[in-house]
């Protein structure tokens, strides 16, 4: 973490929860006071689509922001089952998770498919989470570095910049498997990410983005993860449906950020 970047903690909680959820979600985390520190992070969930417009009038009194888990490329159309980018930002979002691995595998997406994806975000106004990683094969034949260079620069439009997106590192063999690389890995991974990014966007996008580490992130290491100097928070799964792990990441994150701030 890096005192210039506010941290990122993002839940993104999949095709789980219900009403009844969010409204017990709400109780225990969305009422509590954040210090100033906290204030200047940004910790964001991302509901399944039914449920947006219930959190985000729960979390519209709190220091906690809303987001999408995906979004279609076209502004609207006949495409039965898809939400617009423009629906997601009508009914509260600010954010939008973009290319995760399990729409990448599931759904058959490419490079140039969340590339449209993070476009169409990116004129409605949402910040798009472009995910990207290599699988469990990938990492064995030693292509990392090669498959998470091409998903940045392939992903990405040209036009977007560090305000209109975060990047989430998820290595898709951790992803929900209790399995995290070590803290080099991810250091390395994390510096590569914003070699390419400063190579291509320039060094002072580079600087200003934030890359988040997702896969398998809890709250007895996440403290680990967020004391990497390119790592500026986490896309965190399982962990983010229990309000009290999910708290426990955004004071971490809110802990850190204050200490590498009196620091300056």
Not at 53 to 65: C, H, I, K, R, T
Not at 134 to 141: H, L, M, S, V
């Amino acid at each position: 973490m890096n005192f210039k970047r506010p941290p990122v903690i993002a839940g993104n909680w999949k095709m789980n929860g219900t009403s009844e959820m969010v409204i017990q979600f709400s109780k225990n985390i969305l009422k509590r006071v954040l210090d100033d520190n906290a204030k200047r992070c940004e910790f964001i969930i991302c509901p399944p689509a039914p449920l947006i417009p219930l959190l985000y009038e729960s979390a519209s009194q709190s220091a906690f922001l809303v987001g999408g888990q995906d979004c279609h490329s076209s502004e609207s159309g006949a495409y039965t089952g898809d939400i617009s980018a423009l629906m997601l930002k009508d009914i509260g979002c600010s954010f939008v998770i973009v290319g995760h691995s399990e729409r990448r595998i599931s759904y058959n997406e490419i490079n140039s498919t969340v590339k449209l994806k993070v476009g169409a975000a990116k004129k409605a106004g949402l910040i798009s989470i472009v995910c990207v990683g290599e699988t469990q094969d990938q990492k064995n034949n030693g292509e990392t570095f090669e498959i998470v260079r091409s998903q940045v620069l392939e992903s990405i439009p040209e036009s977007a910049s560090d305000s209109d997106i975060i990047i989430a590192y998820e290595p898709i063999w951790a992803i929900g498997t209790g399995k995290t690389p070590e803290i080099e890995e991810i250091a390395n991974v994390h510096a590569a990410i914003r070699d390419v990014v400063a190579k291509s966007k320039g060094v002072e996008v580079a600087e200003k983005i934030r890359l988040l580490y997702g896969g398998s992130v809890k709250p007895d290491n996440v403290a680990g993860i967020l004391s990497i100097d390119d790592v500026d928070g986490a896309l965190v799964g399982g962990a983010s449906l229990s309000s009290n792990d999910f708290w426990s990441l955004c004071e971490n994150a809110a802990k850190l950020f204050a200490i590498l701030n009196r620091k300056v």
